[in-house]
């Protein structure tokens, strides 16, 4: 079964940094894209910050500057370093791994770790 294990969420007090660890398993096939996705209190959940095979990273306008999303292949692991953050950063972000594209493809998400940032 594929899961995905999330870590370094936590709380960090304004223009902190912290950097989100995601590793993947359990596919019977290379994970075509990773990404992070976060979900603020009272709103819906958005895109962060996503890799797809063969292409450049897609980054919410909201975050570009601030954070750097990178995986480590042949692990299947998807970190975000998040740096200068602020209050309206404060959300619980969840891994988002999918194993083929298009309709072939499933999506799978992690459990979501909280990261809270402190005025």
């Known amino acids: 079964q594929v899961q995905l294990v999330e870590s370094g969420g936590g709380l960090v007090q304004d223009g902190g940094s912290l950097r989100l660890s995601c590793a993947a398993s359990?596919?019977?096939?290379?994970?075509?894209?990773m990404g992070w996705y976060r979900q603020a209190p009272g709103k819906q959940r958005e895109l962060v910050a996503r890799?797809?095979?063969?292409?450049?990273?897609n980054y919410a306008d909201s975050v570009k500057g601030r954070f750097t999303i990178s995986r480590d292949g042949p692990r299947n692991t998807v970190y975000l370093q998040m740096d200068s953050l602020k209050s309206w950063d404060t959300a619980v972000y969840y891994c988002?791994?999918?194993?083929?594209?298009?309709?072939?493809?499933?999506?799978?998400w992690g459990q979501g770790t909280q990261v809270t940032v402190s005025s």
């Open positions: 890799l797809t095979n063969g292409a450049s990273p």
């Open positions: 359990g596919s019977l096939f290379s994970f075509n894209a």
């Open positions: 988002y791994a999918r194993d083929r594209p298009g309709w072939r493809g499933t999506d799978y």
